[in-house]
């Protein structure tokens, strides 16, 4: 299970990156990789998740934060990476105001 949850994260921390600052995407490109993470995501047990829902919401919510504007509120990708967020999203995708917990 570590193993799952450090990929899905992995992904996740990368999806964030690669959107950040972006004029356009290829939304074939992030259509697929938002499907990979969706069923990552499903794979772990809701107990796992918990222990790690608030950062997930952080870095994907700023993937949504950056997508929004290129995709529209509406779009199905923007619909599945919210579907992956319990909480609410960063104020935009600068906000990095979260402290970590080490």
């Keep these: 299970m570590y193993k799952q949850i450090y990929e899905f994260a992995a992904s996740a921390g990368a999806l964030e990156g690669y ?13 697929k990789w938002c499907n990979n993470l969706l069923i990552a995501y499903n794979l ?4 796992a998740r918990k222990q790690f829902q608030t950062s997930c919401d952080q870095t994907l ?6 997508l929004v504007p290129l995709l ?3 779009h199905e990708i923007i619909g599945k990476l919210q579907s992956m967020i319990a909480g609410q999203l960063p ?10 917990d080490f």
């Design 19 to 31: 959107v950040y600052g972006k004029e356009t995407v290829s939304e074939a490109v992030i259509a």
């Design 44 to 47: 772990i047990p809701p107990e």
């Design 61 to 66: 919510g700023r993937a949504v934060r950056s």
């Design 72 to 74: 529209g509120e509406d």
């Design 91 to 100: 104020s935009s995708a600068d906000d990095f105001q979260k402290e970590k």
